[in-house]
């Protein structure tokens, strides 16, 4: 799939059942994608009859395509990512702090669940920010969303 905000590829993944609120943009969601480029979070549409489960026949346009035999490649949005189950609810940290105010349930939550996970949330936002040679240009000012984050966090 395509970002359709700049056209960038997407990281398709499979949004764990704890975290179906949490994607930005919808009520609850099972899928969602994170943008290579810009790093929107969105949620991926599914028919009717696949939205209580996602559905392994599920096509994807990616070579991301989520399901049961395929973690996701987060480092291809970048290096800085974290490696392990913390990438996902990092993902929709990203994509939930486009609004802290409407979001400040979910971001809460994400930072918690992260930091209980042994993963530091604004660590691996200043790695983020930090690496070299990205080809990063995130919709949001990040290092902005890093201090209004350290406010909730602390």
């Known amino acids: 799939m395509t970002c359709p905000h700049c056209d960038s590829p997407t990281v398709d993944f499979v949004v764990p059942e ?5 994607v930005p943009d919808a009520t609850t969601a099972t899928m969602a994608s994170i943008c290579t480029h810009c790093m929107t979070v969105r949620p991926i549409e599914q028919s009717a009859e696949s939205e209580a ?5 599920f096509e994807f346009e990616s070579d991301s395509s989520p399901d049961a035999d395929h973690e996701p490649d987060f480092t291809r949005v970048s290096t800085a990512f974290p490696a392990d189950e913390a990438a ?10 486009s609004s802290l105010a409407t979001n400040r349930t ?3 939550r994400l930072l918690e669940d992260l930091a209980r996970s ?3 949330p604004l660590l691996a936002i200043d790695r983020l920010l930090a690496e070299p040679a990205t080809e990063l240009e995130p919709a949001i000012d990040l290092e902005r969303r890093q201090q209004q984050l350290e406010q909730l966090f602390y």
């Open 118 to 120: 042994g993963t530091d």
């Open 18 to 22: 704890t975290y179906h609120e949490c």
């Open 53 to 57: 489960e996602p559905d392994p026949e």
């Open 106 to 108: 979910a971001i809460e």
């Open 88 to 97: 996902i609810p990092f993902a929709l940290l990203l994509g939930n702090c």
